[in-house]
């Protein structure tokens, strides 16, 4: 079990000041949910699991402009498949009416007032972070106006940008989030799930700490950029009458190289057509890694491997692929299928074929075996055979050897070119003495290569993939400039038969990585993961 700064602070809270730890993974429902996001959901979910308390799926829904019914669904259903279930669901937008009145109380306690600057000279009046700012000239109103022009605009008799509700703290503040944020603004926008109800919003900073409140979370557990906003969080909590305040601590988000882990930019690379939809199996979100074959057990093991710091850190894709593969190797059956296929006619091969078997694990005897025709005719990956071998070249080269995986020895005794000089087709020698299992010829071979059987193998089309992105740091301004052109490349290809019977499973093809279908039965396979990172050959 990790043992990270916050769960240290957790245990040391639980012996004083708290019974229970009640923690809540806030997304704010205007997109789908991204590998990022599985760090704070596993963080969340993990903490209430080991302490023996609770955590709360809230939306964090208080903005109207581009949320969605269909993104709260998608939510909740990619946080299941995580492997996590919420002790409770709720939304921010549901504490509307507790909200507005918190903003009651604090005009009351002379902590809030109506301000009717616009947005613009707001800004300026802000200062920086050496200049002072200065103070709204309605900054003194009383509170009987404050009161009456707050509920003027919960009324909708304030036209949208005229007035907005302020926090009164310290304009000179060294901390610019101090210097009388805004709290309220009018948005004559109908909302998702509150309709018209409401035509006042709250800010992002008013409504995180209250909601947490409301909801009883204890432990409030977000991302590093809002470590200068928490002075704010206690200031709102402190400043209205409650029973109990939660806590707000930071961590660094998780970043992957060739990640792009925004739902603003994944939206934009799903618009601008640089992917399918937001389950694009090329898309870094839950639902486009689980497409791609990505399991939630490595999901959960990546988060667990990245632990939770307050260092900012991109992780290697090479440490995001060793955890995809660890889940995977364990479970997928192994098969052969060629992805670009070359014919190898075997010229001394008699009669209509045999039949050989293979464990479909080396390690997992239970998965059983499968048959495997095997005949005067195979085909090959085409870069398992070169005229002009690189040194310590381990594969078939004209006049050399190399062994068919679970079969025999071949010899390359003459290449077929088309008109163009392609090579079109091997005629080859193969050596009954050397079949596997009994080969006690001593016969020794370059290499070992996979095959299909030209005669039994059934045509499958194969997707590899790579990141959308081509450079490992996209922080996202210009990703058009550094998309990928060759993130999905198709291939025409084979694989043995007894891969197609079985219609609902990704397997390993060897030496080539973990494939998944596009859907159960599908004659089309994409890769979810090389073999090895070092793996550059397609
Ligand atoms: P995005 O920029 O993708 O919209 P966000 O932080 O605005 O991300 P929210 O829906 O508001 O997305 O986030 C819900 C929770 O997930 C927040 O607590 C947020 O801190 C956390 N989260 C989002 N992205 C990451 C990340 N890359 N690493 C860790 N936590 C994250
Ligand atoms: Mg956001």
């Known amino acids: 079990m990790s043992d990270d700064f916050i769960r240290k602070i957790i245990r040391e809270d639980l012996r004083g000041r708290l019974d229970e730890v009640v923690t809540r993974f806030p997304p704010e429902p ?16 993990g903490i209430a699991e080991e302490f023996g308390g609770r955590c ?9 402009v581009g949320e969605s019914v269909e993104f709260v669904e998608a939510i909740k259903e990619d946080v299941n498949w995580l492997g996590f279930e919420p002790d409770g669901v709720s939304h921010a937008a549901d504490y509307f009416e507790a909200m507005y009145d918190f903003g009651v109380e604090l005009i009351e306690h002379g902590k809030a007032f109506v301000c009717s600057l616009d947005f613009e000279t707001m800004r300026k009046m802000r200062g920086t972070l050496t200049t002072r700012g200065t103070p709204s000239p309605d900054r003194n109103r009383s509170r009987e106006e404050n009161l009456e022009l707050f509920a003027a605009m919960r009324r909708g008799e304030i036209e949208e940008g005229s007035l907005v509700l302020r926090a009164k703290i310290d304009m000179a503040s060294p901390n610019l989030n101090m210097r009388d944020p805004v709290l309220y603004r009018i ?11 409401w035509c006042i919003y709250p800010t992002y900073d008013f409504a995180q700490g209250y909601a947490d409140a409301l909801d ?7 991302t590093l ?13 402190a400043n ?27 939206q934009r690379l799903v618009n601008e057509g640089h992917a399918d939809g937001w389950d694009d199996p090329r898309m870094p979100t839950i639902r486009g890694l689980r497409a791609r074959g990505v399991t939630a057990e490595a999901i959960r093991d990546l988060c667990e491997r990245v632990g939770v710091t307050r260092q900012e850190q991109r992780i290697e894709l090479k440490m995001f692929n060793f955890c995809v593969r660890g889940a995977l190797e364990k479970t997928l059956r192994r098969a052969m299928a060629v992805v670009d296929p070359l014919k190898v006619v075997i010229t001394n091969y008699e009669g209509a074929g045999e039949t050989l078997h293979a464990d479909w694990h080396p390690q997992q005897p239970e998965l059983g075996a499968r048959e495997m025709p095997f005949g005067a005719e195979v085909y090959i ?11 310590k070249y381990k594969r078939l080269v004209p006049g050399g050897t190399v062994r068919l995986r679970y079969a025999y020895i071949i010899r390359c005794d003459e290449v077929i070119k088309d008109e163009q000089g392609r090579v079109q087709e091997l005629r080859c020698t193969y050596f009954p003495e050397t079949k596997s299992g009994s080969d006690n010829s001593g016969m020794k071979a370059r290499g070992v290569v996979h095959w299909v059987s030209a005669h039994d193998g059934e045509p499958i089309e194969v997707a590899l993939l790579e990141e959308l992105l081509a450079a490992p740091d996209a922080s996202g301004r210009d990703f058009e400039s550094s998309m990928n052109p060759n993130s999905r490349q198709i291939y025409n290809g084979y694989a043995e038969r007894a891969v197609l019977a079985i219609p609902d499973t990704g397997f390993q093809f060897e030496r080539l990585g973990y494939f998944k279908r596009a859907k159960p039965g599908a004659r089309e396979f994409h890769r979810t993961v090389t073999l090895r990172d070092s793996f550059t050959a397609r």
């Open 187 to 197: 948005k004559r926008t109908p909302h998702p799930r509150r309709g018209e109800d």
């Open 216 to 222: 009883g979370v204890t432990h409030s557990l977000c």
């Open 381 to 391: 990956e085409r870069d398992d055979f070169s005229e002009n071998p690189p040194p």
């Open 30 to 45: 205007n997109g789908y949910l991204h590998i990022g996001h599985s760090k704070a959901i596993c963080l969340n979910f």
């Open 56 to 64: 709360v799926l809230r939306y964090d829904d208080t903005d109207p």
């Open 225 to 237: 950029e809002f470590d200068d906003h928490r002075p704010l969080y206690d200031w709102l909590l």
């Open 240 to 266: 209205v009458s409650l029973a109990h305040r939660p806590r707000q601590i930071e961590f660094s988000r998780l970043s992957i190289e060739y990640f792009l882990l925004s739902k603003r930019f994944l």
